[in-house]
């Protein structure tokens, strides 16, 4: 192909063009995708502060299936911990510190299902093998807190932990369907963030969104789309001639 305007020709081999192309469409296909978890995690944002003005719906009146809309609702329900069948789960860090999520089943009142209650973090300590003091009344009371999804759809590297004899379970990530059959009752698919005054030694530091803020994946993009036009603009420069 060449090109022919005023002075200059432009003429670009096909293999340095090709390279170009594929490159061109990576660097546009990784710009959006910043721009869409930009979107995402502003919308994420948005709903967080819409739902802190409203108040708190009771659980039992929720559907018990999760769907994004729910979350960070604010709940009530009543009903009792289970003690004696909690879950650590692991890889959960706090200002650079390893620790754990400690779950707690919460048995709903006047009804046989149970949902799962994220109590907060906790520090895993100096010795991995003596595990933390998580201990928690069975007394019925209100419980206060917001809901979230349960992500079980991580990289699971090693044994999932729900085979141990021992309580509480280690547990690599959450797996609603897992614990019903060790529960032996049925679990909801949302996981209820706890708010309740943190008098038990947790740490209830709930952020609006994990990982990178959508202001620095729009960052990115702009960065994606910078190396993009340079790119375009190398090959175009190496590619024309003046013609003499």
Known sequence: MILRIG???????????????????????????????????????????????????????VPHSYVDTQRYMPVTAVGAFDPEHQFLLDNRT????????????????????????????IAVGPDRTKLPDIRIHSQVYTLQGRVAPIISDSLLLGDSGYGQNNWPKVVQLLQPSRIAEILKRPVRSQLVQSTDDAKDGLIRDWPVHYGITSQRHLGYAVQWF??????????????TRRRV
């Open 94 to 121: 706090l200002n650079g510190v390893a620790g754990y999520h400690v779950i707690t089943p919460f048995r709903l009142s006047g009804t046989p299902e149970t949902v799962l209650v994220n109590r907060g973090w």
């Open 226 to 239: 910078t190396l993009a036009l340079a790119l375009v603009t190398i090959y175009v420069v190496v590619n």
């Open 7 to 61: 002075h200059f020709e432009f003429a670009p081999a096909w293999f340095p063009t090709l390279v170009t192309a594929l490159l061109l469409v990576l660097l546009l296909r990784l710009g959006f995708w910043q721009l869409d978890r930009s979107a995402s995690k502003t919308a994420l944002t948005t709903q967080w502060k819409q739902y802190g003005h409203m108040p708190p719906e009771r659980l039992d009146t």
